[in-house]
């Protein structure tokens, strides 16, 4: 349940038996059986069952909260959740289930409580109401107001106030932790880049020393690298501009405080917020640019790997695609499927780097045009800005539409300028940065005058 994603239902949970600093045993079981054991352990099957319900639904959403900030994994704990009341929900190691509990638990486990306008389950905070009280739902008082005849929805609205719904039928997946298995860095792009530049944009309005990123596209410019060096100053981390595991989850951990997201008075969490920029899996019958990317870093690695094959960069995901696809899992050792995940891009542009830097030196010349590996984007300045311009200006002598640039290394306005408009020229979408795509075209234009 990767964090500040649209929320789903982990598989599995892990549940630390024991305080959080404690040595413990950790135990992981489906999420299913986490909320029948909690339920049971915490509830009596002989309350009505409008109560059992409301109290299920609160202990779902408590535990999915717990999940989807990652409470704990983002303080480097390598579990999701207690089984102490001191800190969360009531959980006995092979504890008998009640009949009626597993049978409600069944029906209702992939349902969860949000505030209106929020997509991120409400930390649904409860007590008994007897021993202990609190601002959430009390256990007992449930019994009472089921008695009343309120249903379980009238029963949480009851507590935790009117502005709130039921999220119904939510899909059920892996639980991933949320670091992409590899760091962010100046020329990252994805989805990953679009969630730390918009959750250092909500840091920074309590620590307004860190520069906002004023347009969070998915892609780490030197904005970004600035925010996140500032980030690492303000909370004693290494200060490298680079978001690796540690940095990744001390992000989490401010965001997370920031917007109060384990808290009952949580800030909302919007669709918009949440929603992905990049498709998360790329497969056979896609098309675009993102395919276009796929194909131009399998055709690189297929000169190095000659049990892939190579193919047309079209932007089409077709069966040769496919193939290709599969080649390379397999010669990798992942799951030979023939889509592209999370799992299958962090391999595929590794092998990719590795490649570029294994080039022969008889072939060096040629490696001048190759995709670097990372996108260019105004402020970086180096070497591979200064090949960049370097095409460009033997471009621009053909086409006077494009403007000249300075062959200076420095990722310019000018530079950007004379990006976009081999963009708009060429009907590519106008980011003035230079990814694959837009890479490829340029030395494709460049070749062609050559």
């Known amino acids: 349940m990767s964090v500040q994603g649209l929320p789903y239902i982990p598989e599995t949970i892990t549940v630390h038996l024991g305080l ?14 986490y909320i029948k054991n909690v339920a ?16 299920i639904y609160a202990q779902i959403s408590y535990a999915l909260n717990r999940v989807y900030t990652e409470w704990y994994r983002s303080r480097g704990y390598d579990f999701d959740i207690t089984n102490t009341t001191q800190y969360d929900q009531y959980f006995v190691k092979d504890r008998e289930i009640f009949e009626n509990i597993s049978r409600i638990v069944d029906e209702i486990f992939n349902d969860y409580v949000v505030r209106d306008g929020s997509v991120a389950p409400l930390f649904t905070s409860y007590c008994n109401g007897t021993t ?14 089921a008695e009343e005849g309120l249903t379980p929805y009238e029963i949480l609205q009851y507590y935790y106030g009117s502005d709130i719904s039921l999220i119904e039928d939510a899909p059920i997946k892996p ?23 918009r959750e250092l944009n909500r840091i920074a309005e309590a620590y307004p020393s860190i520069p906002e990123i004023s347009d969070p596209n998915g892609i780490f410019g030197v904005r970004t690298e600035a925010a996140v060096k500032r980030f690492q100053n303000i909370f004693n981390l290494a200060q490298d501009g680079i978001v690796g595991k540690a940095t990744w ?14 808290e009952l008075t949580a800030e909302n969490l919007t669709f918009d917020e949440v929603s992905p920029i990049y498709p998360s899996l790329l497969k056979e019958g896609m098309s675009g640019d993102y395919i276009k990317t796929l194909q131009y870093y399998l055709n690189i690695i297929s000169y190095f790997y000659p049990q892939i094959p190579g193919i047309d960069v079209d932007g089409i995901f077709g069966p040769k695609t496919k193939a290709a696809v599969i080649a390379f899992q397999e010669m990798f050792g992942l799951s030979p499927d023939g889509i592209v ?21 008889e072939y060096l010349d040629r490696a001048e045009s190759v995709y670097p590996g990372y996108i260019l984007s105004e402020g970086i300045s180096n070497d591979d800005v200064r090949r960049l311009q370097s095409f460009i200006d033997g471009v621009s002598k053909a086409y006077p539409s494009i403007p000249a640039v300075t062959i200076n290394g420095n990722f310019d306005e000018q530079t950007k300028e004379a990006v976009s408009a081999i963009q708009r020229m060429y009907g590519i979408p106008v980011s003035g940065v230079a990814g694959p795509v837009t890479w490829g075209l340029i030395i494709n234009l460049y070749n062609g005058i050559e």
């Open 20 to 33: 959080p600093d404690q040595p413990a045993e950790n135990v992981t079981l489906p999420f299913s059986d």
């Open 40 to 55: 049971s352990s915490e509830i009596y099957p002989t309350w009505p069952e409008e109560a059992i319900r409301a109290n």
């Open 132 to 145: 202990s009280k609190c601002a959430g739902l009390s256990q007992w008082g449930t019994v009472s107001l």
């Open 175 to 197: 639980n991933i932790e949320s670091y992409p298995g590899f760091p962010l860095r100046l020329g990252s792009s994805g989805n990953e880049v679009k969630t730390i530049q």
């Open 249 to 262: 989850y001390r992000i989490k951990n401010v965001y997370n405080g920031v917007k109060r997201l384990a």
């Open 341 to 361: 995940g999370r799992d299958t891009w962090r391999v595929l542009s590794k092998a990719y780097e590795t490649s570029i830097k294994s080039i022969p030196e």
